[in-house]
C-alpha cells in the first residue's frame, strides 16, 4: 500500500510554507490509520504503545535495509555490513527475539574523529550494525511524531530539506532588510546535551517506558576511545543514527522561542543565524538565546559567535559553508540559482 500523504499541519508560530506529503514515512509503521491519528491527536497529547512497533519485523527489515545501503565501519564487536548481510536472516531473527523478550542491550560505541576545517578533530562515534538497525527502527517509529511539532525553521537532517533551502531562506531575509545578524556557535553541541532535559522532551510525547528506557540505554552507552573509555553523562554521540533527530529535538524549544519573540531564526542541526532588521534587535535575540543555552547547559562558543551589519565588509558570516557579506554575491560569490542543483552538504 502507498504511503499516506499527511495534510497541511496545523498553524504554527512559522508560516508553513513547505507542506510535504509525507510519503518518507515508513509504511510498515505509519499505516493509513496511524498518520490519522497524528493529524487528528491522541489522547493526551502523547503516545503510547510504540514498543511493539519498534521490534516488528518489517520495521527492523526496514531499518537494516537503510543500514546496509549506507554501509560504513564495523562497531565493537568487529561485525561489519558484509558480514551482517552474509547472516541476515538469523542476525534479525535474534534482534527480534532480544527486543520481544526485553533482553536487547546495546553495545559500547567505537570513538573515531574525522578532521574539521578549521584544523581540529570532530569526534564521530560508531555503534554496532544490530545497534545502528534498532536506532533506526526507534527513528522510523518517532521521527514523524516530532516532525509533526518542528518549526519550518530548521532544516537540517529532515525529510524534504536540506542546506540550500537554508541557504535560500537566509538570502531572503537578507534581501528584505534584516541584515544584522547573530551567527551563534554552540560550542560541543553534540557532546554537551543534557540526558535529563532531552528525556523530559521526549516524555512530552512519548509514554511508552520499554522505549524510553532504550533510549536512555543508548544515551548511556559506554565510549570506548583506543584504551580509554567511559559511560558519558550528557551528550548523544555524532555518527548514532538516532542522534540527529534528538539533536534537532532538543533545539526545538529555541526554534518555539525565536519565533515566539519574533525573531528570523534559520537553523541547521546546531548551527544557527538570526536575522535582525536593527543592532538593537540582534543583541536583544543574542541575549536570550545565551540566556537559553545556560539554562539548557548548552554555551555559545565566544569566540565564533558575534553579531554585524553584514552589509559593512568584515561584518559578514558563514553559514554552512558559505559567506554573506557586503561587497560580494552571497554564496560563494554565486547566485542561489547557480546551485539549484547543488545541496553542499
Known amino acids: 500500500?502507498?504511503?499516506?500523504?499527511?495534510?497541511?499541519?496545523?498553524?504554527?508560530?512559522?508560516?508553513?510554507?513547505?507542506?510535504?506529503?509525507?510519503?518518507?514515512?515508513?509504511?510498515?509503521?505509519?499505516?493509513?490509520?496511524?498518520?490519522?491519528?497524528?493529524?487528528?491527536?491522541?489522547?493526551g497529547g502523547k503516545w503510547y504503545s510504540l514498543w511493539d512497533k519498534v521490534g516488528a519485523r518489517g520495521t527492523l527489515e526496514a531499518s537494516w535495509d537503510r543500514v546496509r545501503d549506507n554501509n560504513g565501519a564495523a562497531g565493537l564487536d568487529g561485525v561489519s555490513v558484509e558480514r551482517f548481510a552474509a547472516q541476515a536472516g538469523r542476525y534479525l531473527d535474534?534482534?527480534?527475539?532480544?527486543?520481544?523478550?526485553?533482553?536487547?542491550?546495546?553495545?559500547?560505541?567505537?570513538?573515531?574523529?574525522?578532521?574539521?576545517?578549521?584544523?581540529?578533530?570532530?569526534?564521530?562515534?560508531?555503534?554496532?550494525?544490530?545497534?545502528r538497525i534498532v536506532q533506526g527502527a526507534l527513528k522510523g517509529v518517532l521521527e514523524?511524531?516530532?516532525?509533526?511539532?518542528?518549526?519550518?525553521?530548521?532544516?537540517?537532517?529532515?525529510?524534504?530539506?536540506?542546506?540550500?533551502?537554508?541557504?535560500?531562506?537566509?538570502?531572503?531575509?537578507?534581501?528584505?532588510?534584516?541584515t544584522w545578524v547573530v551567527d551563534a556557535d554552540l560550542a560541543s553541541y553534540f557532546d554537551s546535551i543534557s540526558h535529563q532535559g532531552l528525556m523530559a522532551e521526549l516524555g512530552e510525547r512519548i509514554s511508552d517506558g520499554p522505549v524510553l528506557e532504550l533510549i536512555e540505554r543508548?544515551?548511556?552507552?559506554?565510549?570506548?576511545?583506543?584504551?580509554?573509555h567511559w559511560t558519558p553523562t550528557?551528550?548523544?554521540?555524532?555518527?548514532?543514527?538516532?542522534?540527529?533527530?534528538?539533536?534537532?529535538?532538543?533545539?526545538?524549544?529555541?526554534?518555539?522561542l525565536m519565533n515566539a519573540e519574533g525573531h528570523r531564526i534559520v537553523r541547521y542541526a546546531d548551527d544557527f543565524v538570526i536575522l535582525c532588521a536593527s543592532e538593537q534587535e540582534a543583541q536583544v535575540a543574542l541575549t536570550k538565546v545565551r540566556a537559553w543555552a545556560e539554562v539548557h547547559g548548552l554555551r555559545l562558543h565566544p569566540d565564533k559567535t558575534h553579531l554585524g551589519d553584514c552589509r559593512q565588509r568584515?561584518?559578514?558570516?558563514?553559514?554552512?559553508?558559505?559567506?554573506?557579506?557586503?561587497?560580494?554575491?552571497?554564496?560563494?560569490?554565486?547566485?542561489?540559482?547557480?546551485?539549484?542543483?547543488?545541496d553542499p552538504q
Open 1 to 43: 500500500m502507498p504511503s499516506a500523504a499527511v495534510p497541511e499541519r496545523a498553524k504554527q508560530a512559522c508560516p508553513t510554507r513547505d507542506p510535504r506529503p509525507w510519503t518518507w514515512v515508513e509504511p510498515t509503521v505509519w499505516t493509513e490509520r496511524m498518520l490519522a491519528a497524528l493529524v487528528d491527536g491522541v489522547k
Open 94 to 131: 535474534e534482534l527480534e527475539l532480544a527486543l520481544k523478550a526485553g533482553r536487547y542491550s546495546p553495545l559500547g560505541v567505537r570513538r573515531t574523529y574525522i578532521a574539521k576545517r578549521d584544523g581540529g578533530r570532530r569526534p564521530l562515534g560508531i555503534p554496532a550494525v544490530k545497534d
Open 144 to 178: 514523524p511524531i516530532f516532525e509533526w511539532e518542528f518549526l519550518d525553521t530548521s532544516y537540517g537532517f529532515r525529510p524534504g530539506r536540506g542546506c540550500k533551502d537554508a541557504l535560500r531562506e537566509v538570502d531572503g531575509w537578507l534581501k528584505e532588510g534584516y
Open 218 to 228: 543508548y544515551l548511556g552507552q559506554e565510549i570506548f576511545d583506543d584504551l580509554k
Open 234 to 256: 550528557q551528550g548523544t554521540p555524532q555518527g548514532a543514527v538516532l542522534s540527529p533527530l534528538l539533536a534537532n529535538l532538543y533545539l526545538h524549544p529555541l526554534d518555539r
Open 314 to 342: 568584515g561584518q559578514g558570516f558563514q553559514f554552512l559553508g558559505y559567506r554573506f557579506e557586503a561587497g560580494r554575491r552571497w554564496v560563494r560569490k554565486t547566485s542561489l540559482k547557480a546551485i539549484k542543483d547543488q
